[in-house]
T-cell receptor
Framework: KQEVTQIPAALSVPEGENLVLNCSFT??????LQWFRQDPGKGLTSLLL?????REQTSGRLNASLDKSSGRSTLYIAASQPGDSATYLC?????????????FGGGTRLMVKP | GAGVSQSPSNKVTEKGKDVELRCDPI?????LYWYRQSLGQGLEFLIY????????KSGLPSDRFSAERTGGSVSTLTIQRTQQEDSAVYLC???????????????FGPGTRLTVT
């Protein structure tokens, strides 16, 4: 059974810092990995999707990397801003023939202080 | 364009009552998913619909939970004889399966917060 772990569970940083959120998964036979953002009381907003054949994806100040063989992904946030405060979730989808549901990590709750 | 919509946004019900939660996916998306997010359990998969294929119900926690998808679009999640442990946020997502780099990227609705008293 696929298990997804996110470290740290919570993180507080001053504005302007660069930071890294970590995600690890136990079954490396993934089809893709998605990073989401969730604001309090809201749904999930997709940030980045990395296919299993890719090493990284970038969007603005966000960069996500994937090392499938070691079962790890990182989300790098550059020059953090108070508006980045949210819970960040990573989720993996197993290989194509194993169903299409996502398995989620427990999330990292990020607070960026002005 | 319009995203995934869900209704109601909040639902309070008494233990033992039945509830129906609705999801309207992004137009043209053939895949639809239901997830549940509760304290202590994180976000867990419930059920998945793909086109006209039989749904994948492997995540449903009990036979009190059922879902249908009419006409390949709108979906309803029904919980019968609700229990307090059913209290959670129920999230719906949809995705396209037409191929390409972004195929299967899941887009989520705002969720329905269910409280069973």
């Amino acid at each position: 059974k696929q298990e997804v772990t996110q470290i740290p569970a919570a993180l507080s940083v001053p504005e302007g810092e660069n930071l890294v959120l970590n995600c690890s998964f136990t079954d490396s036979a993934i089809y893709n990995l998605q990073w989401f953002r969730q604001d309090p009381g809201k749904g999930l907003t997709s940030l980045l999707l990395i296919q299993s054949s890719q090493r990284e994806q970038t969007s603005g100040r966000l960069n996500a990397s994937l090392d499938k063989s070691s079962g790890r992904s990182t989300l790098y946030i550059a020059a953090s801003q108070p508006g980045d405060s949210a819970t960040y979730l990573c989720a993996v989808r197993l290989h194509r023939n194993a169903g299409n549901m996502l398995t989620f990590g427990g999330g990292t709750r990020l607070m960026v202080k002005p | 364009g319009a995203g995934v919509s869900q209704s109601p946004s909040n639902k309070v019900t008494e233990k033992g009552k039945d509830v129906e939660l609705r999801c309207d996916p992004i137009s043209g998306h053939t895949a639809l998913y239901w997830y549940r997010q509760s304290l202590g359990q994180g976000l867990e998969f419930l059920i998945y619909f793909q086109g006209n294929s039989a749904p994948d119900k492997s995540g449903l926690p009990s036979d009190r939970f059922s879902a249908e998808r009419t006409g390949g679009s709108v979906s309803t999640l029904t919980i019968q004889r609700t229990q307090q442990e059913d209290s959670a946020v129920y999230l719906c997502a949809s995705s396209s399966s037409s191929g390409g780099a972004l195929s299967y990227e899941q887009y989520f609705g705002p969720g329905t917060r269910l409280t069973v008293t």
